[in-house]
């Protein structure tokens, strides 16, 4: 924080391989999920949250869609003051944010 580095936070997610069909969510990763980012929401250096590392996420495709779906809609609840991005690399929503900002609208599903 203190010397201006300003960063992009991939959540505790990564392809591992490759992964074919649904993934599993639980009680337990959404807990996990917000004790992370209401730790370091106070970091102004963070600038973005990102639902993964080195996975196109597609709504389409269900062994992505749970990083839309499952990871940045509790982040999006946890911290509506940063942008948010599917993950890296990625296109971008196509709904559920303000696409000026990158902000969760709070309206539409992520998508």
């Given at each position: 924080?203190?010397?201006?580095?300003?960063?992009?936070?991939?959540?505790?997610?990564?392809?591992g391989g490759v992964h074919h069909g649904?993934?599993?969510?639980?009680?337990?990763?959404?807990?996990?999920?917000?004790?992370?980012?209401?730790?370091?929401?106070?970091?102004?250096?963070?600038?973005?949250?990102?639902?993964?590392?080195?996975?196109?996420?597609?709504?389409?495709?269900?062994?992505?869609?749970?990083?839309?779906?499952?990871?940045?809609?509790?982040?999006?609840?946890?911290?509506?003051?940063?942008?948010?991005?599917?993950?890296?690399?990625?296109?971008?929503?196509?709904?559920?944010?303000?696409?000026?900002?990158?902000?969760?609208?709070?309206?539409?599903?992520?998508?």
């Amino acid at each position: 924080d203190e010397y201006g580095i300003l960063l992009y936070h991939d959540m505790q997610y990564t392809s591992g391989g490759v992964h074919h069909g649904p993934r599993a969510t639980s009680a337990t990763q959404e807990a996990e999920l917000r004790h992370q980012i209401r730790r370091l929401s106070h970091h102004p250096s963070i600038v973005l949250w990102d639902g993964v590392n080195e996975v196109v996420v597609s709504p389409d495709d269900p062994g992505s869609d749970v990083f839309a779906s499952f990871v940045m809609t509790v982040v999006a609840q946890e911290d509506q003051s940063r942008a948010i991005w599917p993950s890296s690399p990625a296109a971008g929503w196509v709904t559920g944010v303000n696409t000026l900002y990158g902000t969760p609208n709070g309206v539409e599903p992520l998508s």
